[in-house]
């Protein structure tokens, strides 16, 4: 096995964890920066690819996603919880071994779902695919979990890394055209969120969204 | 040919008109006899019909022409039917026009414009008359029907003249459906009729009567024909009765001699029914009115089991 | 070329200008004009093909095909009525201060935005794009749902985002995933994506990979379908937004979203070789149409009603792209098309309606062919045809579902019969009381804009009648490529 | 020019009308009478295009329109052309009524009223001479929509407004049964046009279905059990012509279905198939007269009487069927003749009556029995024509309800050579409950005639009541008078209908027809039965006419006009006679266990007794509540799904997505 790819192991090992510690954490800004870390990690990967095999387009990602996932988005992110003084806890739903349990079950489905596909797939970095498939389905369980109208946006913005992971370790990177449709909708989508959070904050003075179960179907 | 047909054909109808009255006294002499009362003349009916010809007609105000034509109308159809049973011949003109249906059918028209006539001025006992009248005809017309199915199906034919042939001119028979048919007949006979125990023909109590209150309304000739036709009614069932249970000596096609026996044979089968029938009427009570579904019902039972035991053991 | 461009570009410059002058009083004419500009040049598009046949275009980054082709034309079309019924309805809005000239430019800009995102979704040739397009499509509408910023309409918005986000991310790992299969075939590079690429090689295409990609791309755009159990966003986001919003998203969104599955649906047919995706989505289509048709008999906001309803169509359009074959692909594409001007043409009435009456609340509303014949009876015959009564389209497709599914697979009749049975029973009751009967409402100082919900009945009325023959031809060629 | 064109034409014609109608607002009598009045002409024209295309070779068209691949294919052969002749001669009636009728108002716009009334007409054609499924489905659902249109034509009062909804929602799901059962009929072959699939040859398995689900969707329109809920409570609420059209003709148009499906398009005929109609029909038509005699409302009667009489038309239907299988095909076309001829009797008759309650309520403003009485004398032609609707309905010689009802009881008895001893045994006694049916025919009708035209009128108002106009009267002795021909001249009309039991069953009564002359009507041969309805009226007639000149002549015919006797009780007044509910009361006592009675006693010290019984269908009760229960319970447990908590949505598409990854693998 070529250094390389025990590199992109190590690396994807690493978001895997960092994905778990996003799954467990309760305060907000600590999230914020696990984000922001798991974006770095996802860029390096990237740009270790890219140097191991020299895709000139990979590069380019490798630096879209540090501008994006490492500084723009945790800027917007601070910004926002500073302006609504979010510096308080995220509490979750139900209790945090429970939910780190349910995580590792996920792992094990998404590994063995991964299996066939990683075998398919001609890339050194196949191995992670398993990975990426945990940390994206990992995400989806945190979104449930928080009740935190942020916390919510967090886990689905570490949902798209997820993704972004799996282009990479599958297919060395989706198209460029597509990845920058990509990155332009993460960046609008991160954006109206953060209006929603004034939008919410101003009607409900709170951002938990249990305001937000009125809409049901009255009898 | 034909000729003696419509003679004969004429000769049974008039026949059947101008004895009406007569069976009628008969049996009213019969009953009184049983009741060890003295009787009236036999001719007693007759008087009464010339009496009430012969008075004003009295009409309430609001009478209808419906009012006026419905005793005609009912005296016609009576006629009608007389012409179609074969009495004494069976090779009658008018006989294709009907079978048993049809003259099941014929009955219909006239008690339907009976209980029509009944409502239309608008009494209390009226309609209550032809309500009851109404609903006993609802329930007496199947049992009717199925009672002359079984013969029909005997001789695979709804026309008279041809069952009557089949049952007087073959070899005898026994048939058991018939027995059941013939007693259903006859239940059937009493509530049509309105004889005792369905209604009793000599009363004006006015919560028990039903024929009675159909007619309370008409006077003179109205009254006569709805009597007249009312004798004839009875007249018809009796004949029925004959032609369907007891044809034994009517009249072959084209037998000129026949004739003449025939005749005398339905004289005296006339005479002992009508005798029976008063018999009958003697040693039975009137019901009331809800009771007569029941009545009826065992009725239209015994003739569903005929037709049944028919299917069973003859077919 | 130049059409396509058109087509694309004229959306996307009126969303623009729109987004920079959107609250001037000639806004809504504006907006209308852009849409009609719009339509004509989509007319044209059409008028091409129709001579031309197919064509690919840009470096094949465009593609225009049987299957696309009317639904371009369709959703110009809706587009352009909506504005029209939107000019009026939106006036009556701002009069009743129900919107700030702040918001009213946020509409219109993000109007045209989205119409453009409809146009490159059904346009692009590129898996990729028409992922990155259906994904702006919820950016662009998400701000409109919450446009009144009441608690609720805020609340359905954010249901909205957050769910067909996610969604979406699924489809995504789908798109990867398919990428990754095509990859090996055609090489990395753009062309692994270009769906008419795909399409030549669909057979070669791996199909364990193909499998899970469907799956995830089925959960991923079935979300914005709106088929049982993703559908919960559906009926807040169409009851809460405006209803010029309702309509399109009713009328176009889900198709477009339907469209997405079944071109995917295609590739992976033919790779495994098997029912298997065929029969997945039968089941979501009878779930739907089930499920739906239960809820609709307790629903008491007209426009949540009407959502429903969409939910239950769109169920039955699935379960016939589900069964396959010549003829269910061709009812499900007359059921598409029919459904999605029926159902905006209701809306459109529902939105008079609810004007006139100052509620939403189906208790409320009463005898509305006094107040205004117009309205009643454009919704009385706009909810006959949705209840698939000849002799509109909806009717025509549904006799070609119902009929093959009797043949082929009749354990799914008693559903699709008990389904439809339901509907029609909620639906018409309703539809019935609100039509008929006293009246509640008052007048309106504006004179409500009809035409559009008469056309487009009209329209629907045509398709139970008689096809136009190039059009019955799309459906064929597009029915013989789904299969 | 073949027999097709004028048919198609009067299409057009009518359509045409009832746009032209809606677009000219006009004031409301010339409006009536123009447009009614120039649509009786097309009914006049296709009832003699029909009688002419009666036994013509089929005749087949393709329409430029439709489905691509299937345009609309439409066709005449005898027995479209049968019922296009029976829609003729009752639309001609009643068009020409309802110049007169909503000339006075009765009720909504007549602009309206005019394009959904002929609408209606048109889309009848349609379905009668459709030749595709698709075509039918559209032209069966248009005429369902028109109806349902005319029937809230007052949608102000609530309960009309549920009784239209009843019938739509009935009259769809029944549409949906059709639909399925083309689904099963096309075999797959996607070809919807009747003439391929009449080359199908079904399994025995799949011919069942197929025709259980036309008999059920058919019948969800005739009103056979259980699904005839909806006709008593949508004929009332209709206008009275809307409801002569709906119980005359639109209910013939499921019997045509019913025997276009099952003799036409499908190769087998299966006995079972025959008892069953023949049990259902016998108890549809015991269950209509039942509830036809307690009832209160005089076009609710009406109503019930055609669930009867749509229930003998089927147990004819079943003993067809039951010959046919059994291949005594000569029995099997006297009993489809008897079924042909009894759905002509009743589009006549029945429209005839519904005209006639029409011209009552015009006159009186009222429709409870018990409002109603003494009304021979205020509108003579009304009652006079509807004396011969109610001889005839109630199935007396010599009119038309008794020649139908008399073949119907030849078949019946002539069952008995069946190869089935059960049948054997089974058919007398449905011969039994069809003479009680017809029996209890009589009483009701007897009923509705008494009580409103005879006796004392029950309301002042009526003394002022009036006779109806000059184009009412035209169109009531329009009806009465084929009435009374189709009695006294049975014979002419089974020849002209031979042709169908030919066409269906590949065997006539030609024969049997051709033994006698045309005065006697004969079943299979003259010895076994005949009837003679000419001689019946000449012999009654005559004896009448006798009798009267003898009594005039022998007697005099004085006659004093006095106050009723009454068993001499003074101070009678109206209130004395039977009410609605009196007359109706023995029957509800005897047949109880059919009804859902609610009675309301008075107690004896009460100052002002009052006495009040509610009479309802206990299948509403047993059948129609219980699925409503069961549908709204299944939507409660539905409701779970949408508890509004974004995290369980997630949740659920999670779910979804992690069952389909394993699912798939």
């Given at each position: 096995?070529?250094?390389?790819?025990?590199?992109v192991n190590?690396?994807?090992?690493?978001?895997?964890?960092?994905?778990?510690?996003?799954l467990?954490?309760?305060?907000?800004?600590?999230?914020?920066?696990?984000?922001?870390?798991?974006?770095?990690?996802?860029?390096?990967?990237?740009?270790?690819?890219?140097?191991?095999?020299?895709?000139?387009?990979?590069?380019?990602?490798?630096?879209?996603t540090?501008?994006?996932?490492?500084?723009?988005?945790?800027?917007?992110?601070?910004?926002?919880?500073?302006?609504?003084?979010?510096?308080?806890?995220?509490?979750?739903?139900?209790?945090?071994?429970?939910i780190?349990?349910?995580?590792?079950?996920?792992?094990?489905?998404?590994f063995?779902?991964?299996?066939?596909?990683?075998?398919?797939?001609g890339?050194?970095?196949?191995?992670?695919?398993?990975?990426?498939?945990?940390?994206?389905?990992?995400?989806?369980?945190?979104?449930?979990?928080?009740?935190?109208?942020?916390?919510?946006?967090?886990?689905?913005?570490?949902m798209?890394?997820?993704?972004?992971?799996?282009?990479?370790?599958?297919?060395?990177?989706?198209?460029?055209?597509?990845?920058?449709?990509?990155?332009?909708?993460?960046?609008v989508g991160?954006?109206?969120?953060?209006?929603?959070?004034?939008?919410?904050?101003e009607?409900?003075?709170?951002?938990?969204?249990?305001?937000?179960?009125?809409?049901?179907?009255?009898? | 040919?034909?000729?003696?047909?419509?003679?004969?054909?004429?000769?049974?109808?008039?026949?059947?008109?101008?004895?009406?009255?007569l069976?009628?006294?008969?049996?009213?002499?019969?009953?009184?006899?049983?009741?060890n009362r003295?009787?009236?003349?036999?001719l007693q009916?007759?008087?009464?019909?010339?009496?009430?010809?012969?008075?004003?007609?009295?009409i309430?105000?609001?009478?209808?022409?419906?009012?006026?034509?419905?005793?005609?109308?009912?005296?016609?159809?009576?006629?009608?039917?007389?012409?179609?049973?074969?009495?004494?011949?069976?090779?009658l003109?008018?006989?294709?026009?009907?079978?048993?249906?049809?003259?099941?059918?014929?009955?219909?028209v006239?008690?339907?414009?009976?209980a029509?006539?009944?409502?239309?001025?608008?009494?209390?006992?009226?309609?209550?008359?032809?309500?009851?009248?109404?609903?006993?005809?609802?329930?007496a017309?199947?049992?009717l029907?199925?009672?002359?199915?079984?013969?029909?199906?005997?001789?695979q034919?709804?026309?008279?003249?041809?069952?009557?042939?089949?049952?007087?001119?073959?070899?005898?028979?026994?048939?058991?459906?018939?027995?059941?048919?013939?007693?259903?007949?006859?239940?059937?006979?009493?509530?049509?009729?309105?004889?005792?125990?369905?209604?009793?023909?000599?009363?004006?109590?006015?919560?028990?009567?039903?024929?009675?209150?159909?007619?309370?309304?008409?006077?003179?000739?109205?009254?006569?024909?709805?009597?007249?036709?009312?004798?004839?009614?009875?007249?018809?069932?009796?004949?029925?009765?004959?032609?369907?249970?007891?044809?034994?000596?009517?009249?072959?096609?084209?037998?000129?001699?026949?004739?003449?026996?025939?005749?005398?044979?339905?004289?005296?089968k006339?005479a002992?029914?009508?005798?029976?029938?008063?018999?009958?009427?003697?040693?039975?009570?009137?019901?009331?009115?809800?009771?007569?579904?029941?009545?009826?019902?065992?009725?239209?039972?015994?003739?569903?089991?005929g037709m049944?035991?028919?299917?069973?053991?003859?077919? | 070329?130049?059409?396509?461009?058109?087509?694309?570009?004229?959306?996307?410059?009126?969303?623009?200008?729109l987004?920079?002058?959107?609250?001037?009083?000639?806004?809504?004419?504006?907006?209308?004009?852009?849409?009609?500009?719009?339509?004509?040049a989509?007319?044209?598009?059409?008028?091409?093909?129709?001579?031309?046949?197919?064509?690919?275009?840009?470096?094949?980054?465009?593609?225009v095909?049987?299957?696309?082709?009317?639904?371009?034309?369709?959703?110009?079309?809706?587009g352009?009525?909506?504005?029209?019924?939107?000019r009026?309805?939106?006036?009556?809005?701002?009069?009743?201060?129900?919107l700030?000239?702040?918001?009213?430019?946020?509409?219109?800009?993000?109007?045209?935005?989205?119409?453009?995102?409809?146009?490159?979704?059904?346009?692009t040739?590129?898996?990729?794009?028409?992922?990155?397009?259906?994904?702006?499509?919820?950016?662009?509408?998400?701000?409109?749902?919450?446009l009144?910023?009441?608690?609720?309409s805020?609340?359905?918005?954010?249901?909205?985002?957050?769910?067909?986000?996610?969604?979406?991310?699924q489809?995504?790992?789908?798109?990867?995933?398919?990428?990754?299969?095509?990859?090996?075939?055609?090489?990395?590079?753009?062309?692994?994506?270009?769906?008419?690429?795909?399409?030549?090689?669909?057979?070669?295409?791996e199909?364990?990979?193909?499998?899970?990609?469907?799956?995830?791309?089925?959960?991923?755009?079935?979300?914005?379908v709106?088929?049982?159990?993703?559908?919960?966003?559906?009926?807040?986001?169409?009851a809460?937004?405006?209803?010029?919003?309702?309509?399109?998203?009713?009328?176009?969104?889900?198709?477009?979203?339907?469209y997405?599955?079944?071109?995917?649906?295609?590739?992976?047919?033919?790779?495994?070789?098997?029912?298997?995706?065929?029969?997945?989505?039968?089941?979501?289509?009878l779930?739907?149409?089930?499920?739906?048709?239960?809820?609709?008999?307790?629903?008491?906001?007209?426009?949540?009603?009407?959502?429903?309803?969409?939910?239950?169509?769109?169920?039955?359009?699935?379960?016939?792209?589900?069964?396959?074959?010549?003829?269910?692909?061709?009812?499900?594409?007359?059921?598409?098309?029919?459904?999605?001007?029926?159902?905006?043409?209701?809306?459109?009435?529902?939105?008079?309606?609810?004007q006139?009456?100052?509620?939403?609340?189906?208790?409320?509303?009463?005898?509305?062919?006094h107040?205004?014949?117009?309205?009643?009876?454009?919704?009385?015959?706009?909810?006959?045809?949705?209840?698939?009564?000849?002799?509109?389209?909806?009717?025509?497709?549904?006799?070609?579902?119902?009929?093959?599914?009797?043949?082929?697979?009749?354990?799914?009749t008693?559903?699709?019969?008990?389904?439809?049975?339901?509907?029609?029973?909620?639906?018409?009751?309703?539809?019935?009381?609100?039509?008929?009967?006293?009246?509640?409402?008052?007048?309106?100082?504006?004179?409500?804009?009809?035409?559009?919900?008469?056309?487009?009945?009209?329209?629907?009325?045509?398709?139970?009648?008689?096809?136009?023959p190039?059009?019955a031809?799309?459906?064929?060629?597009?029915?013989?490529?789904?299969? | 020019?073949?027999?097709?064109?004028?048919?198609?034409?009067?299409v057009?014609?009518?359509?045409?009308?009832?746009?032209?109608?809606?677009?000219?607002?006009?004031?409301?009598?010339?409006?009536?009478?123009?447009?009614?009045?120039?649509?009786?002409?097309?009914?006049?024209v296709?009832?003699?295009?029909?009688?002419?295309?009666?036994?013509?070779?089929?005749?087949?068209?393709?329409?430029?329109?439709g489905?691509?691949?299937?345009?609309?294919?439409?066709?005449?052969?005898?027995?479209?052309?049968?019922?296009v002749?029976?829609l003729?001669?009752?639309s001609?009636?009643?068009?020409?009524?309802?110049?007169?009728?909503f000339?006075?108002?009765?009720?909504?716009?007549?602009?309206?009223?005019?394009?959904?009334?002929?609408?209606?007409?048109?889309?009848?054609?349609m379905?009668?001479?459709?030749?595709?499924?698709?075509?039918?489905?559209?032209a069966?659902?248009?005429?369902?929509?028109?109806?349902?249109?005319?029937?809230?034509?007052?949608?102000?009062?609530?309960?009309?407004?549920?009784?239209?909804?009843?019938?739509?929602?009935?009259?769809?799901i029944?549409?949906i049964?059709i639909?399925?059962?083309?689904?099963v009929?096309?075999l797959?072959?996607?070809?919807?046009?009747?003439?391929?699939?009449?080359?199908?040859?079904?399994s025995?398995?799949?011919a069942?279905?197929a025709?259980?689900?036309?008999?059920?969707?058919?019948?969800?329109?005739?009103?056979?059990?259980?699904?005839?809920?909806?006709?008593p409570?949508?004929?009332?609420?209709?206008?009275?012509?809307?409801?002569?059209?709906?119980?005359?003709?639109?209910?013939?148009t499921?019997?045509?279905?019913?025997?276009?499906?099952?003799?036409?398009?499908?190769?087998?005929?299966?006995?079972?198939?025959?008892?069953l109609?023949?049990?259902?029909?016998?108890?549809?038509?015991?269950?209509?007269?039942?509830?036809?005699?307690?009832?209160?409302?005089?076009?609710?009667?009406?109503?019930?009487?055609?669930?009867?009489n749509?229930?003998?038309?089927?147990?004819?239907?079943?003993?067809?069927?039951?010959?046919?299988?059994?291949?005594?095909n000569?029995?099997?076309?006297?009993?489809?003749?008897?079924?042909?001829?009894?759905?002509?009797?009743?589009?006549?008759?029945?429209?005839?009556?519904?005209?006639?309650?029409?011209?009552v309520?015009?006159?009186?403003?009222?429709?409870?029995?018990?409002?109603?009485?003494?009304?021979?004398?205020?509108?003579?032609?009304?009652?006079?024509?509807?004396?011969?609707?109610?001889?005839?309905?109630?199935?007396?010689?010599?009119?038309?309800?008794?020649?139908?009802?008399?073949?119907?009881?030849?078949?019946?008895?002539?069952?008995?050579?069946?190869?089935?001893?059960y049948?054997?045994?089974?058919?007398?006694?449905?011969?039994?409950?069809f003479?009680?049916?017809?029996?209890?025919?009589?009483?009701?009708?007897v009923?509705?005639?008494?009580?409103?035209?005879?006796?004392?009128?029950?309301?002042?108002?009526?003394?002022?009541?009036?006779?109806?106009?000059?184009?009412?009267r035209?169109?009531?002795?329009?009806?009465?008078?084929?009435?009374v021909?189709?009695?006294?001249?049975?014979?002419?009309?089974?020849?002209?209908?031979?042709?169908i039991?030919?066409?269906?069953?590949?065997?006539?009564?030609?024969?049997?027809l051709?033994?006698?002359?045309?005065?006697?009507?004969?079943?299979?041969?003259?010895?076994?039965?005949?009837?003679?309805?000419?001689?019946?009226?000449?012999v009654?007639?005559?004896?009448?006419?006798?009798?009267?000149i003898?009594?005039?002549?022998?007697?005099?015919?004085?006659?004093?006009?006095?106050?009723?006797?009454?068993?001499?009780?003074?101070?009678?007044?109206?209130?004395?006679?039977?009410?609605?509910?009196?007359y109706?009361?023995?029957?509800?006592?005897?047949?109880?266990?059919?009804?859902?009675?609610?009675?309301?006693?008075?107690?004896?010290?009460?100052?002002?007794?009052?006495?009040?019984?509610?009479?309802e269908?206990?299948?509403?009760?047993?059948?129609?509540?219980?699925?409503?229960?069961?549908?709204?319970?299944?939507?409660?447990?539905?409701?779970?799904?949408?508890?509004?908590?974004?995290?369980?949505?997630?949740v659920?598409?999670?779910?979804?997505?992690?069952?389909?990854?394993?699912?798939?693998?």
């Amino acid at each position: 096995m070529s250094a390389v790819t025990q590199v992109v192991n190590l690396l994807a090992a690493i978001l895997l964890l960092i994905a778990f510690a996003m799954l467990a954490q309760r305060r907000l800004l600590r999230l914020i920066h696990l984000f922001a870390l798991q974006g770095g990690v996802l860029s390096l990967n990237t740009f270790v690819v890219a140097a191991a095999l020299s895709q000139p387009h990979l590069y380019f990602s490798a630096v879209l996603t540090f501008v994006l996932k490492v500084l723009v988005l945790p800027w917007i992110l601070m910004r926002l919880i500073e302006r609504l003084d979010l510096k308080r806890d995220v509490e979750t739903l139900i209790n945090i071994p429970t939910i780190t349990l349910i995580g590792i079950v996920l792992v094990i489905v998404a590994f063995n779902l991964a299996l066939p596909i990683s075998q398919l797939a001609g890339t050194i970095t196949r191995g992670t695919l398993g990975i990426a498939m945990a940390s994206v389905l990992i995400s989806f369980l945190m979104m449930i979990t928080r009740r935190k109208a942020v916390a919510q946006v967090i886990g689905f913005l570490a949902m798209e890394n997820g993704l972004f992971f799996a282009a990479t370790s599958a297919t060395y990177g989706m198209p460029m055209v597509v990845e920058l449709g990509i990155a332009l909708d993460v960046l609008v989508g991160t954006f109206i969120f953060g209006i929603f959070f004034f939008h919410i904050r101003e009607t409900f003075d709170s951002l938990d969204i249990h305001h937000l179960e009125k809409l049901k179907d009255r009898q | 040919m034909i000729w003696f047909d419509l003679v004969s054909q004429l000769l049974q109808s008039l026949l059947a008109i101008l004895l009406a009255p007569l069976l009628l006294g008969w049996i009213n002499q019969c009953r009184a006899w049983l009741q060890n009362r003295s009787a009236p003349s036999l001719l007693q009916p007759y008087r009464m019909l010339r009496k009430l010809l012969e008075k004003d007609a009295v009409i309430a105000h609001n009478a209808s022409w419906l009012f006026r034509l419905t005793p005609y109308v009912v005296f016609a159809s009576m006629v009608l039917a007389a012409s179609i049973v074969p009495i004494v011949a069976t090779d009658l003109p008018f006989s294709p026009a009907a079978d048993v249906i049809a003259l099941v059918g014929l009955f219909a028209v006239a008690r339907v414009f009976m209980a029509l006539a009944a409502m239309d001025i608008g009494t209390a006992f009226g309609s209550l008359g032809s309500r009851r009248e109404m609903l006993i005809a609802a329930l007496a017309e199947p049992a009717l029907l199925i009672v002359f199915f079984t013969p029909a199906l005997i001789a695979q034919s709804t026309a008279l003249t041809t069952i009557v042939e089949q049952l007087a001119h073959r070899q005898l028979h026994l048939y058991p459906s018939m027995a059941f048919a013939a007693v259903a007949f006859v239940m059937v006979l009493l509530a049509e009729n309105a004889r005792i125990p369905v209604d009793n023909p000599s009363t004006h109590l006015e919560l028990t009567m039903v024929h009675e209150a159909l007619i309370l309304e008409y006077s003179a000739r109205h009254l006569a024909l709805m009597d007249w036709a009312h004798a004839l009614k009875l007249m018809v069932y009796l004949t029925l009765g004959i032609a369907l249970f007891l044809p034994w000596g009517v009249a072959q096609p084209g037998h000129w001699l026949a004739l003449p026996l025939a005749v005398v044979a339905v004289f005296i089968k006339l005479a002992l029914l009508g005798a029976g029938l008063a018999v009958l009427e003697a040693v039975s009570a009137k019901m009331r009115i809800f009771r007569v579904p029941e009545f009826l019902g065992i009725a239209f039972l015994l003739a569903v089991l005929g037709m049944l035991i028919h299917f069973l053991v003859e077919a | 070329m130049t059409e396509v461009l058109l087509v694309l570009g004229l959306p996307l410059i009126g969303a623009v200008l729109l987004a920079a002058s959107g609250d001037r009083p000639w806004a809504a004419e504006a907006n209308t004009a852009v849409a009609l500009s719009t339509l004509l040049a989509a007319v044209a598009l059409t008028a091409r093909v129709i001579t031309l046949g197919p064509l690919v275009t840009m470096g094949e980054l465009f593609f225009v095909d049987a299957f696309n082709v009317f639904l371009v034309t369709l959703t110009a079309f809706v587009g352009f009525t909506t504005a029209v019924f939107s000019r009026i309805y939106m006036r009556v809005e701002q009069d009743r201060g129900k919107l700030s000239p702040k918001r009213l430019r946020l509409y219109h800009g993000m109007y045209q935005l989205f119409m453009f995102t409809m146009l490159l979704a059904l346009l692009t040739n590129n898996v990729g794009i028409l992922w990155v397009a259906m994904e702006a499509a919820t950016l662009a509408t998400v701000l409109l749902v919450s446009l009144y910023r009441t608690p609720a309409s805020i609340e359905a918005a954010w249901k909205y985002f957050i769910l067909c986000g996610v969604g979406i991310a699924q489809a995504l790992f789908g798109t990867i995933l398919l990428y990754l299969a095509a990859e090996r075939v055609l090489g990395s590079g753009g062309s692994a994506l270009l769906w008419t690429h795909l399409n030549d090689v669909k057979g070669q295409l791996e199909p364990t990979v193909l499998a899970i990609a469907f799956v995830f791309l089925l959960v991923g755009y079935g979300t914005k379908v709106g088929l049982v159990p993703l559908h919960n966003w559906l009926p807040d986001a169409h009851a809460e937004g405006p209803t010029p919003i309702s309509a399109v998203l009713s009328g176009l969104l889900l198709n477009v979203a339907l469209y997405a599955v079944v071109r995917n649906k295609v590739l992976v047919d033919a790779a495994l070789g098997t029912h298997a995706a065929g029969t997945l989505m039968m089941g979501f289509g009878l779930l739907s149409v089930i499920v739906a048709a239960l809820f609709l008999s307790r629903q008491k906001d007209i426009k949540r009603l009407f959502a429903y309803s969409s939910i239950e169509h769109m169920g039955i359009a699935t379960f016939a792209f589900g069964m396959g074959g010549a003829v269910a692909s061709f009812a499900g594409l007359l059921h598409m098309t029919a459904h999605s001007l029926t159902k905006s043409a209701i809306f459109f009435a529902v939105g008079h309606a609810a004007q006139k009456t100052g509620t939403q609340i189906i208790d409320d509303i009463r005898g509305l062919i006094h107040v205004s014949p117009a309205v009643g009876w454009g919704l009385m015959i706009g909810g006959i045809a949705i209840l698939g009564i000849p002799p509109f389209g909806v009717f025509a497709s549904e006799f070609l579902i119902l009929t093959t599914a009797m043949k082929d697979h009749p354990w799914a009749t008693p559903i699709l019969l008990l389904g439809l049975a339901l509907a029609f029973a909620s639906i018409f009751s309703r539809l019935q009381a609100m039509v008929l009967g006293e009246s509640t409402a008052e007048r309106l100082p504006h004179p409500p804009a009809l035409f559009p919900v008469f056309v487009h009945l009209l329209i629907v009325l045509l398709l139970g009648l008689w096809i136009p023959p190039y059009l019955a031809n799309w459906y064929r060629q597009a029915a013989a490529m789904i299969g | 020019m073949s027999l097709l064109h004028p048919v198609l034409g009067v299409v057009l014609y009518w359509l045409a009308l009832g746009v032209v109608g809606l677009a000219v607002p006009i004031a409301r009598g010339p409006h009536a009478r123009l447009f009614f009045g120039l649509g009786a002409f097309g009914g006049f024209v296709l009832a003699f295009t029909g009688l002419a295309a009666l036994g013509s070779w089929p005749l087949s068209m393709v329409l430029p329109l439709g489905l691509p691949d299937l345009p609309f294919h439409v066709r005449i052969d005898s027995l479209s052309a049968f019922f296009v002749m029976l829609l003729g001669f009752a639309s001609t009636g009643v068009s020409v009524f309802a110049a007169g009728y909503f000339e006075k108002g009765g009720g909504g716009d007549i602009q309206l009223i005019c394009l959904q009334y002929h609408v209606f007409l048109a889309s009848m054609v349609m379905v009668l001479v459709a030749d595709d499924a698709y075509l039918f489905m559209v032209a069966w659902e248009a005429m369902a929509l028109a109806s349902y249109f005319l029937v809230i034509t007052d949608h102000r009062i609530e309960e009309i407004r549920r009784a239209g909804f009843l019938y739509l929602l009935v009259a769809h799901i029944g549409a949906i049964a059709i639909l399925l059962s083309f689904g099963v009929l096309q075999l797959g072959q996607w070809s919807y046009n009747f003439s391929a699939i009449r080359d199908n040859l079904l399994s025995p398995g799949w011919a069942a279905v197929a025709f259980l689900l036309a008999l059920f969707g058919f019948g969800a329109k005739a009103g056979f059990l259980p699904v005839h809920i909806w006709l008593p409570e949508a004929h009332p609420a209709a206008p009275s012509p809307v409801s002569a059209l709906m119980s005359g003709v639109m209910l013939k148009t499921a019997i045509y279905g019913l025997l276009r499906v099952s003799f036409d398009l499908l190769h087998v005929q299966v006995w079972w198939w025959g008892v069953l109609a023949l049990a259902l029909g016998l108890f549809t038509a015991f269950y209509g007269v039942a509830f036809a005699a307690v009832q209160t409302d005089m076009k609710r009667l009406l109503a019930y009487s055609s669930i009867e009489n749509m229930g003998i038309v089927l147990a004819g239907f079943g003993l067809t069927l039951i010959f046919h299988a059994y291949r005594m095909n000569l029995l099997a076309a006297l009993a489809l003749a008897a079924t042909l001829y009894h759905c002509l009797n009743h589009a006549l008759f029945k429209s005839l009556l519904f005209l006639a309650t029409g011209s009552v309520m015009h006159a009186t403003s009222h429709r409870s029995l018990g409002k109603l009485g003494g009304l021979i004398r205020r509108m003579p032609w009304v009652a006079a024509t509807a004396l011969v609707g109610t001889l005839a309905i109630a199935g007396l010689p010599p009119l038309n309800g008794f020649v139908s009802e008399w073949m119907l009881f030849q078949a019946f008895l002539l069952s008995t050579g069946l190869p089935n001893s059960y049948l054997n045994m089974f058919v007398p006694v449905g011969t039994a409950a069809f003479a009680l049916i017809v029996a209890l025919a009589g009483y009701v009708m007897v009923k509705f005639y008494g009580i409103v035209f005879l006796g004392l009128p029950r309301e002042s108002s009526l003394e002022g009541a009036h006779d109806a106009g000059v184009l009412e009267r035209i169109a009531l002795v329009w009806l009465a008078a084929w009435c009374v021909v189709l009695g006294l001249a049975p014979v002419l009309v089974l020849r002209a209908i031979d042709s169908i039991p030919q066409m269906l069953i590949g065997s006539s009564l030609r024969e049997s027809l051709n033994k006698t002359s045309w005065a006697f009507l004969t079943a299979m041969a003259p010895e076994h039965a005949s009837y003679s309805p000419i001689v019946f009226v000449l012999v009654t007639v005559a004896v009448v006419a006798l009798t009267f000149i003898l009594v005039r002549r022998h007697f005099h015919g004085r006659a004093r006009r006095v106050a009723p006797w009454d068993c001499g009780f003074p101070g009678l007044n109206a209130r004395m006679q039977d009410s609605a509910e009196g007359y109706g009361q023995p029957i509800k006592q005897i047949f109880e266990p059919f009804f859902r009675l609610e009675r309301h006693h008075p107690s004896p010290f009460d100052p002002k007794p009052h006495y009040r019984s509610k009479i309802e269908d206990k299948l509403w009760y047993a059948l129609y509540l219980p699925i409503e229960r069961l549908a709204a319970r299944l939507s409660q447990w539905v409701g779970i799904l949408q508890q509004g908590r974004i995290a369980m949505y997630l949740v659920y598409s999670f779910a979804t997505l992690l069952l389909l990854l394993v699912l798939i693998r």
